[in-house]
């Protein structure tokens, strides 16, 4: 059965809107300060405790392509599908967080992880970042715009670009004064709405839907992969790629990065604990409106998934709870949209004009400045894409692509002395270049080319499974982790990784500049870097700190 | 409710039950945090 949407009239749906953004610019006034310094408007005061943290860290990472992929995956795989989405997501939170008390360690000082690379390499290795998160983020803006149009579009007589742009005007307006200050102090206001709407949304379409036996009925006429929770093809096609992809996200966006460097040093294990938690807990909860839309034989509208959860929360909820579930989706792409605002700023503030225009002499006065000015154009330039509905399908691999490839570089950097910036750089340049031949599928995977790639992928297994093992373990247990992994993988992959392309690509992309970097960095006869320089060289721009 | 049913009804709201265990810790640390930073007379943030 296909279902309709619910419709707000006009009046009500602008009402919400101010609402929502009218409260949360009011919120931001009470953190407000006239002068703002150039640290707090990038990290606040680096000392931020587990409650704020934590709800930031949790909703940054839950964007409104979060649920509405996690919905996707359950109405496609059956009951493990919320699990492959959400789990793993969840999952790389938690794995991060080793990696994030070493960047802090090496310099408590940074506001980007950027200022850590360009301290340990230089230039070239930092600007490699630089670009893959203003690409990044300029993207998750767009996502995040475009989402707001399209929910006001389906929900409300008003046009999808009066969404977008409405959204936009908003996000920049609570966050452009104070920077990170008050999208982390917004975060928490927005995460408990969020959460306070999951947790009655959730249990009340259950049983609108007819409760626990219609669903255990409804299960009767899913496949036999659908009903199982260990779906071969649910991890392959969803939960395998997916994986691979947040470690790439986790290590390599400064939306987290930043929080690392914000948060109080001896929390961060918790808060990042707890936004596993949280994470975890919402998408995958959500996700089972998917799993619901699935077993009740409900038809996403014109076949696009995305429209499931607003058609079972429009047909099966009374029009408050359409109207909850609504600030529910604005909530979680605000949150993420500032947050991307916020990594932005602090990427052309720190990054650009701090180490690279002014040369370690900045002044913080013109840096604050450039933060808002970049604020201004990102949002502007996030609503004309959004508006437009430009095909970024290209961008996104790309830059997927790009944080895959610099994961093992930047973890090394920060471990081993011996990387050096060459090794940096033309690891991350050879394995985009091996990606790309692989996802566009500009070679045929057939004969030996195909087992090189299998082979290579293999290694990028290796890499991912050993890392997230010397996260907890240290550096021998994660050597044996990542030879029995890799063993593992090259005998399950050659012959048949081929056929994946999308997760052949991203294992490629680990395993090529793993290989790379290491091979190079043994070769080298530069001396060994001295990780103590790095904390001299990252600095604060406060001049009373 | 049979046993089948009670299982996967737990599946579908461990979810929101576990959302709602985090709400509240996360409510509780903001208040500790803003009492904390009330008393050194400086901002939550």
Known sequence: MELDFYQFSTATVLLMLAAFYGGTYLLTLMIRKKNENADAYMVANQRIGIGLASSSMTATWIWAAS??????????????????????????????????????????????????????????????????????????????????GALVAVLSPLSFQAGVIIAGVGVLAYTFWSGFRAAVFTDFIQLVALMAIAVVIIP?????????????????????????????????????PFFFAVLAYAVGNQTISQRLFAVDEKHIKSTFITATLGYGAIVIGLG????????????????????????????????????????????????????????LSAIM???????????????????????????????????????FSLDILVMLVFVGALWGAIVFPVIASVFWDKVTNAAFTWSV??????????????????????????AFSAVGAAVVIGLMAFAFLGVRLGAVFGV????????????????????????????????????????????????GTINEEVQSYDPSA | MNTKTALYSLYILMWPALSLGVLLYILRSVVR?????????????
């Open chain 1, 429 to 454: 340049t050879v394995a985009m270049l091996l990606f790309c031949l692989v996802r566009f599928e500009l070679l045929p995977m057939v004969g030996l080319i195909a087992y090189v790639f299998e």
């Open chain 1, 67 to 148: 649920f509405y992929a996690a919905a996707t995956s359950g109405y496609t795989y059956g009951v493990s599908g919320p699990l492959h989405y959400g789990l793993w997501g969840a999952l790389m939170i938690l794995f991060i967080y080793p990696f994030g008390q070493r960047f802090r360690k090496l310099a408590p000082k940074a506001h980007t992880l950027g200022e850590l690379i360009h301290a340990r390499h230089g230039s070239s290795s930092q600007l490699i970042l630089a670009v893959s998160n203003v690409l990044g983020s300029t993207i998750s803006l767009m996502v995040n715009f475009t989402a707001a």
């Open chain 1, 484 to 531: 029995l992994a890799g063993i593992a993988a090259l005998y399950f992959n050659l012959g048949f990784m081929r056929d994946y392309t999308v997760l052949l690509a991203s294992l490629t992309a680990f395993g090529v500049s793993t290989l790379v970097c290491t091979v190079m960095s043994l070769m080298s006869k530069a001396p060994r870097f001295d990780f």
């Open chain 1, 204 to 240: 009340a379409i259950l049983f609108a839907m007819g409760g626990p036996s219609a669903f255990v009925t409804g299960l009767s006429s899913l496949t036999l992969e659908q009903q199982s929770f260990f779906s071969k093809t649910a991890f392959l096609e969803q939960g395998a």
């Open chain 1, 288 to 343: 089972m409106i998917g799993l619901l839309a699935l077993t009740a034989g409900i038809e996403p509208m014109n076949g696009d998934t995305n429209n499931l959860i607003p058609q079972v929360v429009s047909t099966y909820l009374s029009p408050i709870m359409v109207a909850l579930f609504f600030l529910l989706v604005i909530s979680s792409l605000s949150s993420t949209a500032d947050s991307d605002l916020c990594a």
């Open chain 2, 33 to 45: 945090d803003a009492r904390e930073a009330k008393k050194q007379n400086k901002g939550i943030v």
């Open chain 1, 349 to 387: 503030m720190a990054d650009v004009y701090g180490k690279n225009i002014a040369k370690d002499k900045p002044d913080p006065t013109r840096m604050l400045f450039i933060g808002r000015i970049t604020m201004v154009a990102a949002t502007a330039i996030g609503i004309v894409f959004a508006s």
